[in-house]
């Protein structure tokens, strides 16, 4: 196979019919500022965690919004919750709030 130039990657379809949206959900009930997001990215831009390790804010919240929550456990505590992110949303999403509540709706329930 020729390795010149670029491949086409393979489709990713989502089904939204089916996914689990009750996290997503909650999430929403819990901090309401985030329906104000307009996905700029402004927060993933200026995130200190994302210049060291591989930390996207926007990814994030698109996957777990969408019920795709498989290992963002392990991103949301790449995190350091320093808040230039909240400081630089043009539209006043509690961005820090966000990561709390996500890490909370992730992390399994003691019996």
């Known amino acids: 196979m020729n390795k010149f130039g670029f491949q086409i990657s393979t489709t990713r379809s989502i089904d939204l019919d089916t996914a689990d949206l009750t996290a997503a959900e909650r999430l929403l009930e819990a901090e309401p500022s985030l329906k104000a997001c307009i996905g700029c990215g402004g927060c993933t831009a200026t995130c200190t965690a994302a210049e060291f390790v591989d ?23 790449r995190c350091m919750l320093c808040g230039k992110c909240l400081l630089v949303c043009p539209r006043g999403v509690h961005t820090r709030s966000v990561i709390m509540v996500m890490r909370k709706e992730l992390t399994p329930e003691e019996k």
């Not at 698109?62 to 505590?77: H, M, S, Y």
């Open 55 to 77: 930390f996207n804010i926007r990814r994030m919240h698109t996957a777990f919004v969408r019920g795709q929550q498989e290992g963002l456990r392990e991103q949301l505590n």
